[in-house]
């Protein structure tokens, strides 16, 4: 059974392989390009010195220069970023979904199914070799991407725990790329057709993943609320925090002006003598808020999202055994 079902696969794993290949032939020189304008830039100090929040103003000046500069070269790599995101869901599309549809849909699984191999046997045998071969995948990805992306998150505000940056690095590639696979095969059983299986895996993992990432992941830890005075503060947090809300708020917590920031030197005035804010209807007391989570929270947050989609993955893999023991 493991020597069928690798004669089954293997050029699929070939192709995969170099696929990853051609991948990795097209990044690793931009990934050395940007490390290297990192360190040229003396980035990597304005990492260790932004860390202390009593750093110097002139220094959280030279260094907020610095990183725009950076992001200025390479932000439009943050588009490459978003295609990359689709990996797994290929993965799930050409591995997950052919896996029982076409034994179905061209009657091979009659034939199979017949030799003494039982069908849960079958199914143990191939799920468990391509799922061995997913996580392979997936941990490659992960690191390589993790490598690839380092720059580009040091020098973004929200750092690691970016909506497009967070899903490409640690260990959630594996969650992703496992749950895609179980979808795929899944729909398999249910559909029985290669196409419509597909097409299934493509909406269900889209639609799976945005809920998750847009309802489900702000809300892993209860969030942080910061508040600090419209008047002499300028650098409220850390770089590498998420900011799920923020707004300027009068003294009795009523928000004025969402989505904004307020600083303003300490006695400034406006040009009619009016104290800062005052333009806005704010009063005395006034104060920014922000709703935030720590980038201290990234592997908690990777480990509670991996373990999400791998419960996800194992669920449907027992629904698709069970679907596989009624297929006529």
Known sequence: MIWLTWRQHRKQLLFTLLGFAALAALMVPIGLSMRHTFVDLGLP???????????????????EGAFRQFTNRYGSLNLVAVLLLVLPMLVGLFW???LVAREVEHGTHRFVWTQGVGRTRWALVKFGLVGAVTVAVAVGYGLGMSWWVSPLTQAAHEGRMGVIVFDLQGV???????????????????????LPAMAVTLVGFVGVRAAVAILARPHYQPA??????????????????WVLSSGVRNADGTMVAP???????????????EAC???LGLGPGAYNWQLYQ???????????ETGIFVVLALLLLYLAIRRIRRIA
């Open 45 to 63: 100090d304005c990492v260790r010195q932004l860390a202390d929040t009593d750093a110097a103003p002139e220094t959280v000046r030279s260094c």
């Open 96 to 98: 997950g979904a052919p």
């Open 172 to 194: 959630v590639p594996i969650g992703y790329t496992l749950f895609a696979v179980a979808l795929g095969v899944f729909a398999g059983t249910v559909w029985r057709r290669m």
């Open 224 to 241: 942080r609320t910061l508040t600090f005075p419209i008047e002499g503060a300028d650098r409220p947090m850390s770089r590498g925090d």
């Open 259 to 273: 989505d904004s920031q307020i600083a303003c030197p300490p006695g400034s005035r406006g040009p009619s003598g």
């Open 277 to 279: 804010g005052a333009e």
């Open 294 to 304: 720590p980038g201290s929270r990234f592997w908690l947050f990777q480990g509670i």
